[in-house]
């Protein structure tokens, strides 16, 4: 009891650091994996195994590396360190920007969390529709947004695109943590019958929450109050841009490439969530 009575008492600056801390020791050893991950490629692999392997077709190419995170499942923190390093090692700068978007999310960890998740909140059985309904959108959603903006990206080259730069993890991960703490995000709950509100709002909670791809369906899942079009918004898009995401890429890619990622997903996933999510429901069948 004594131990206890020495504790210092809560203060604002208290909850940021350990926010701060949370999130770094959630982030970091992920960070360390993609960077182990670059090493091994830089190291190992050879400099035309990629040219052998896909597709000579660029388009073709782009749309087989929407799939990379089912073989090379990482979630967001983990992928941004890699994709330079497959760059050079002569991977297709339209295919490392869509392994990029689409491995966080097309991944078997994330399909496993997101099933797991509107199961348990929903109270449904694995065979009913609904817990699937979630996850199919998902990841064929994020696959989608992924393949697009790799397509697009076709017209660059990488010296237009890439720069030579690194790391702001830090910086966005306290932005994030003052966030968390400081701003009541219960707010949200005001827009949330508001179907125009409703999706933009969920995406901008996505960018400053930086949640994992792996845990965020289980923030999502009880948010009972928004749709299921605008919690899919929020899973498609947070694990393609948040504010530690903003600063990683930043150290990638120049400037006017990461503004224009921004704008470019949160319209695109904006517009797309809707439509997506009441055609998953109205195709998929129950057993």
Same mark, same amino acid.
């Given at each position: 009891?004594?131990?206890?009575?020495?504790?210092?008492?809560?203060?604002?600056?208290?909850?940021?650091?350990?926010?701060?801390?949370?999130?770094?020791?959630?982030?970091?050893?992920?960070?360390?994996?993609?960077?182990?991950?670059?090493?091994?490629?830089?190291?190992?692999?050879?400099?035309?195994?990629?040219?052998?392997?896909?597709?000579?077709?660029?388009? =073709?190419?782009? /749309?087989? @590396?929407?799939?990379? &995170? *089912? %073989?090379?499942?990482?979630?967001?923190?983990?992928? $941004?360190?890699?994709?330079?390093?497959?760059?050079?090692?002569?991977?297709?700068?339209?295919?490392?920007?869509?392994?990029?978007?689409?491995?966080?999310?097309?991944?078997?960890?994330?399909?496993?969390?997101?099933?797991?998740?509107?199961?348990?909140?929903?109270?449904?059985?694995?065979?009913?529709?609904?817990?699937?309904?979630?996850?199919?959108?998902?990841?064929? =959603?994020?696959? /989608?947004? @992924?393949?697009?903006? &790799? *397509? %697009?990206?076709?017209?660059?080259?990488?010296?237009? $695109?890439?720069?030579?730069?690194?790391?702001?993890?830090?910086?966005?991960?306290?932005?994030?943590?003052?966030?968390?703490?400081?701003?009541?995000?219960?707010?949200?709950?005001?827009?949330?019958?508001?179907?125009?509100?409703?999706?933009?709002?969920?995406?901008?909670?996505?960018?400053?929450?930086?949640?994992?791809?792996?845990?965020?369906?289980?923030?999502?899942?009880?948010?009972?109050?928004?749709?299921?079009?605008?919690? *899919?918004?929020?899973?498609?898009?947070?694990?393609?841009?948040?504010?530690?995401?903003?600063?990683?890429?930043?150290?990638?890619?120049?400037?006017?490439?990461?503004?224009?990622?921004?704008?470019?997903?949160?319209?695109?996933?904006?517009?797309?969530?809707?439509?997506?999510?009441?055609?998953?429901?109205?195709?998929?069948?129950?057993?």
């Amino acid at each position: 009891m004594i131990f206890l009575a020495d504790l210092p008492a809560p203060s604002r600056m208290g909850d940021i650091l350990m926010a701060f801390l949370s999130i770094v020791f959630e982030g970091a050893p992920y960070i360390l994996i993609g960077t182990v991950f670059s090493g091994i490629i830089d190291a190992f692999l050879p400099a035309k195994l990629l040219d052998r392997v896909l597709p000579k077709s660029k388009v =073709l190419a782009t /749309l087989i @590396a929407g799939f990379l &995170g *089912l %073989v090379f499942p990482v979630c967001e923190c983990a992928v $941004v360190p890699v994709i330079r390093r497959l760059v050079q090692k002569g991977l297709p700068l339209s295919c490392a920007v869509t392994y990029m978007l689409s491995a966080p999310i097309m991944n078997p960890i994330v399909a496993i969390s997101t099933l797991t998740a509107f199961k348990e909140f929903q109270g449904l059985s694995w065979a009913t529709a609904g817990n699937a309904t979630m996850t199919i959108a998902r990841l064929s =959603l994020g696959y /989608l947004v @992924a393949v697009i903006v &790799g *397509l %697009v990206v076709l017209r660059f080259k990488p010296g237009q $695109v890439l720069r030579a730069s690194m790391m702001y993890f830090a910086i966005g991960v306290a932005i994030t943590s003052v966030f968390n703490t400081q701003i009541n995000q219960g707010l949200l709950n005001t827009v949330a019958g508001n179907d125009w509100l409703a999706v933009p709002s969920l995406m901008g909670l996505a960018i400053v929450l930086s949640l994992c791809s792996t845990s965020d369906a289980f923030i999502a899942a009880p948010m009972t109050a928004f749709s299921m079009a605008a919690k *899919l918004a929020f899973l498609v898009f947070g694990p393609m841009m948040d504010i530690k995401l903003l600063f990683m890429y930043s150290s990638v890619f120049q400037r006017k490439v990461v503004v224009s990622l921004l704008i470019g997903l949160f319209i695109l996933i904006g517009l797309l969530s809707g439509p997506w999510m009441n055609l998953i429901q109205h195709l998929y069948i129950k057993p």
